[in-house]
């Protein structure tokens, strides 16, 4: 596999010519080829494809409260909570607009609340000093007149998504400062310091009749399309309610040379500090993208197809605005943003390739405008898929599973010659793998049969100090459960400084959500108990903050004492 070359375009007109082209190549009776705009009221849904799996603790022991789990230290990531040690912020909807809550951590208190009307489903949270970020999905529907409705309004042929980003002032009561709106589906997002980078995919604004398919028709309407249709369209309203509308500049897209499709992907950059939103300098290219993997210095965007991976890198580094640097393909798929990692300037890649499947760790130096490939290990579990992949440093732990779980060792000190040193086959498999102590790794995932068939969920402790010999140390089972830790890291908490483990906990038996909590100590795992919200709900997150855990779901927030887990505050919704 070699690097994908960029290419920038002579011109506004060339830019729009070229997406013109592509779309009529891709043009269907019902609309382009793969448009996740598209739902008729016949069924179906507008796919967004977000991966908000996440991935390890940010530095925030000696501060005494943990921070989310996240893929790098010092690299946040969107959660449905924050904390910055004194304040608790939430975000969450039950039936109607999410609702932001403000927690006095110290006293236990809810001390303020804000709806934030216009927006429905789920939203996330980055949190800087005094102001949160509210990232969102919306859709707007565009009604077929003289549909199937009997009030003759016709009925939602096309969802048009839309980015929704609210700016929140934490100073007194929370109150709303910004919003911006923008043509397309949130990605996913990463803050370094109080930059936020939100990465947006968006397609061109062209409305089909579904309700009359037509090939030609749609051809022409392709045709006939104005330039403006092409590339995203924002909106940012002010404090004051100023509104300015905007569309991403033409002369900050470019493409790599091979690409023959009409979406765009573009990274927007907004400084949390400053006393509104702006137009987020909007950097963008003509690209699929569903995966982020960010860094202190750059950050990857990668379009996991079933036969290639093509990875996108925008250099973020400094407060500039972020350059669309480099690209590059891999064999196969990723399985999430812990298949990248970037060390020493190589960006590493773990990879299943489809077919009899087998897996390929492959590493990537940046070549002037290409990520290069320059070494690759493959043959990693043939006949079987990755379930999950973690970089440490200059080794690598891979994950594959059909019947039993191979943890394989992979010495990547020598980019050039990757190389497996160690394998280790176990029944069942880790879905999430998490440093703990040097020479150790924490897998959550679930224990299996020898036929493949699995029972339950198992938290595993692995000690990979000699890479030769990666061997299993404890294991704690829980039969017929499962934790959403397995496909979300934001709900595993680990606390090194206690050694206490949290995951969420699915009964199948019919028994109430729980919360497990696990204590590491030298080499074993033991069961310091479980947490029971007194509505009975699901737990989905956990942090500490001073000697109290907390955990989250959707009916409130409970607070515990984290060495007796004696209850302290039950905070509903």
Same mark, same amino acid.
Request: net charge negative.
């Given at each position: 596999m070699g690097g994908l070359r960029l290419v920038s375009y002579d011109s506004c007109s060339g830019l729009y010519a070229e997406l013109r082209r592509a779309a009529l190549a891709k043009v269907g009776q019902f609309g382009l080829e793969g448009d996740p705009r598209i739902l008729t009221s016949l069924g179906g849904g507008a796919e967004v494809a977000r991966d908000m799996s996440a991935n390890v603790p940010g530095d925030a022991g000696a501060a005494g409260f943990s921070g989310t789990n996240t893929h790098e230290r010092g690299v946040d990531e969107p959660d449905q909570v924050k904390t910055d040690g004194r304040r608790i912020v939430t975000i969450s909807a039950l039936g109607g607009a999410p609702v932001l809550r403000v927690i006095d951590a110290a006293s236990r208190t809810q001390t303020g609340e804000l709806a934030l009307t216009g927006l429905h489903g789920t939203a996330d949270l980055l949190l800087s000093g005094d102001r949160a970020l509210v990232l969102a999905d919306g859709a707007t529907p565009r009604f077929v007149p003289n549909g199937f409705a009997e009030d003759g309004r016709g009925f939602p042929s096309t969802v048009r998504s839309r980015l929704e980003l609210r700016l929140i002032d934490l100073s007194g009561p929370p109150r709303q400062i910004g919003r911006y709106t923008a043509d397309g589906s949130l990605v996913d997002a990463r803050q370094n310091g109080g930059t936020a980078r939100v990465v947006l995919r968006s397609s061109p604004r062209i409305d089909f009749p579904l309700e009359r398919p037509d090939l030609e028709g749609n051809r022409r309407i392709v045709r006939d399309a104005t330039d403006d249709v092409w590339l995203p369209r924002f909106e940012v309203t002010g404090p004051d309610g100023t509104?300015?509308?905007?569309?991403?500049?033409?002369?900050?897209?470019?493409?790599?040379?091979?690409?023959?499709?009409?979406?765009?992907?573009?990274? +927007?950059?907004?400084?949390?500090?400053?006393?509104?939103?702006?137009?987020?300098?909007?950097?963008?290219?003509?690209?699929?993208?569903?995966?982020? =993997?960010?860094?202190?210095?750059?950050?990857?965007?990668?379009?996991?197809?079933?036969?290639?991976?093509?990875? =996108?890198?925008?250099?973020?580094?400094?407060?500039?605005?972020?350059?669309?640097?480099?690209?590059?393909?891999?064999?196969? =798929?990723?399985?999430?943003?812990?298949?990248?990692?970037?060390?020493?300037?190589?960006?590493?890649?773990?990879?299943?390739?489809?077919?009899?499947?087998?897996?390929?760790?492959?590493?990537?130096?940046?070549?002037?405008?290409?990520?290069?490939?320059?070494?690759?290990?493959?043959?990693?579990? *043939?006949?079987?898929?990755? $379930?999950?992949?973690?970089?440490?440093?200059?080794?690598?732990?891979?994950?594959?599973?059909?019947?039993?779980?191979?943890?394989?060792?992979?010495?990547?000190?020598?980019?050039?010659?990757?190389?497996?040193?160690?394998?280790?086959?176990?029944?069942?498999?880790?879905?999430? +793998?998490?440093?703990?102590?040097?020479?150790?790794?924490?897998?959550?995932?679930?224990?299996?049969?020898?036929?493949? *068939?699995?029972?339950?969920?198992?938290?595993?402790?692995?000690?990979?100090?000699?890479?030769?010999?990666?061997?299993?140390?404890?294991?704690? $089972? +829980?039969?017929?459960?499962?934790?959403?830790?397995?496909?979300?890291?934001?709900?595993?908490?680990?606390?090194? @400084?206690?050694? $206490?483990?949290?995951?969420?906990?699915?009964?199948?038996?019919? @028994?109430?959500?729980?919360?497990?909590?696990?204590?590491?100590?030298?080499?074993?795992?033991?069961?310091?108990?479980?947490?029971?919200?007194?509505?009975?709900?699901?737990?989905?997150?956990?942090?500490?903050?001073?000697?109290?855990?907390?955990?989250?779901?959707?009916?409130?927030?409970?607070?515990?004492?984290?060495?007796?887990?004696?209850?302290?505050?039950?905070?509903?919704?």
């Open positions: 509104v300015v509308i905007g569309t991403v500049p033409c002369d900050r897209v470019t493409r790599p040379a091979s690409y023959d499709g009409v979406r765009t992907l573009t990274m +927007l950059s907004f400084d949390l500090a400053a006393p509104a939103l702006t137009d987020g300098a909007p950097v963008g290219v003509v690209a699929e993208g569903d995966t982020v =993997y960010g860094t202190g210095e750059s950050l990857y965007v990668a379009d996991r197809g079933r036969e290639n991976t093509e990875i =996108y890198r925008f250099d973020t580094g400094g407060a500039s605005a972020p350059r669309y640097a480099a690209s590059g393909v891999v064999p196969g =798929y990723l399985i999430n943003q812990f298949a990248l990692s970037e060390w020493d300037g190589v960006l590493r890649a773990a990879t299943t390739i489809g077919g009899n499947a087998s897996s390929v760790v492959t590493t990537l130096t940046r070549q002037g405008a290409a990520l290069t490939v320059t070494g690759s290990v493959g043959d990693l579990g *043939r006949g079987e898929t990755i $379930h999950s992949v973690r970089f440490l440093g200059d080794r690598g732990y891979v994950v594959t599973f059909r019947r039993t779980d191979p943890l394989y060792a992979v010495d990547l000190s020598d980019p050039a010659r990757p190389r497996v040193t160690g394998e280790l086959k176990i029944p069942g498999y880790s879905a999430y +793998l998490h440093p703990a102590a040097p020479g150790r790794l924490i897998g959550v995932g679930q224990d299996a049969t020898e036929a493949g *068939r699995v029972t339950g969920m198992q938290v595993s402790l692995f000690d990979v100090a000699d890479p030769q010999s990666p061997a299993r140390l404890a294991q704690h $089972h +829980l039969p017929a459960t499962s934790s959403a830790a397995e496909f979300d890291p934001h709900a595993f908490l680990f606390w090194p @400084a206690t050694g $206490h483990l949290v995951v969420p906990v699915a009964d199948h038996t019919g @028994a109430a959500p729980s919360a497990l909590v696990l204590r590491l100590a030298g080499d074993t795992l033991a069961e310091a108990g479980r947490i029971v919200h007194p509505d009975g709900g699901p737990i989905t997150r956990a942090l500490v903050v001073g000697g109290t855990l907390w955990t989250a779901g959707p009916g409130g927030l409970q607070a515990v004492s984290l060495a007796t887990l004696e209850h302290q505050a039950w905070l509903p919704v």
